[in-house]
């Protein structure tokens, strides 16, 4: 998900909704228990190795520091994501597998996942600012290096 700055005008609503008395009261659409009963049944979604390694692949790419990176990284990376990145893919692609009716992880539901789970995880280098390199691009590469180290 990319969120930008609103327009004036949407930020005046924002503004005001949320700086004045409550309004409309919230109607659950879920309750407590349920939502206990999709985490728990969520974390029970199993992952192959295969995919556990591609994940571990691609978050310890985002390290320019990490062992023997590729040139890409140490160029285009200042900071990269931590072991926290690794679980919330994990966890992410343990719900996105059930979404989509499946019952196990794949590495599709991991490169879906990539973008939203590492880019605001990755500080890229003023080299790469240079270049005209967004996150996004460089995020992009990383899930090609992994999947080139995966195959």
Same mark, same amino acid.
Not at 25 to 41: C, F, G, Y
Not at 99 to 113: K, Q, W
Not at 118 to 135: K, Q
């Given at each position: 998900?990319?969120? !930008?700055?609103?327009? $004036?005008?949407?930020?005046?609503?924002?503004?005001?909704?949320?700086? !004045?008395?409550a309004g409309e009261p919230i109607t659950p659409v879920l309750?407590?228990?349920?939502?206990? #009963?999709?985490?728990?049944?969520?974390?029970?979604?199993?992952?192959?190795?295969?995919?556990?390694?591609?994940?571990?692949?691609?978050?310890?790419?985002? $390290?320019?520091?990490? !062992?023997?990176?590729?040139?890409?990284?140490? #160029?285009?990376?200042?900071?990269?994501?931590?072991?926290?990145?690794?679980?919330?893919?994990?966890?992410?692609?343990?719900?996105?597998?059930?979404?989509?009716?499946?019952?196990?992880?794949?590495?599709?539901?991991?490169?879906?996942?990539?973008?939203?789970?590492?880019?605001?995880?990755?500080?890229?280098?003023?080299?790469?600012?240079?270049? !005209?390199?967004?996150?996004?691009?460089?995020i992009r590469e990383l899930v090609k290096m992994a999947k080139?180290?995966?195959?």
């Amino acid at each position: 998900i990319k969120v !930008g700055y609103p327009s $004036r005008d949407a930020e005046r609503e924002i503004v005001n909704r949320t700086t !004045g008395q409550a309004g409309e009261p919230i109607t659950p659409v879920l309750s407590a228990e349920d939502l206990a #009963q999709a985490q728990t049944l969520a974390r029970k979604v199993p992952v192959p190795d295969h995919v556990l390694d591609f994940v571990l692949d691609l978050v310890r790419l985002t $390290r320019p520091n990490e !062992g023997e990176v590729p040139t890409y990284v140490k #160029q285009n990376v200042g900071w990269g994501a931590g072991p926290r990145a690794s679980q919330m893919m994990i966890l992410a692609g343990k719900v996105r597998a059930l979404l989509h009716g499946r019952t196990h992880v794949t590495t599709d539901d991991i490169e879906a996942l990539a973008l939203p789970i590492l880019r605001h995880r990755i500080v890229p280098t003023f080299h790469a600012e240079a270049e !005209g390199l967004t996150v996004d691009d460089i995020i992009r590469e990383l899930v090609k290096m992994a999947k080139t180290k995966a195959a």
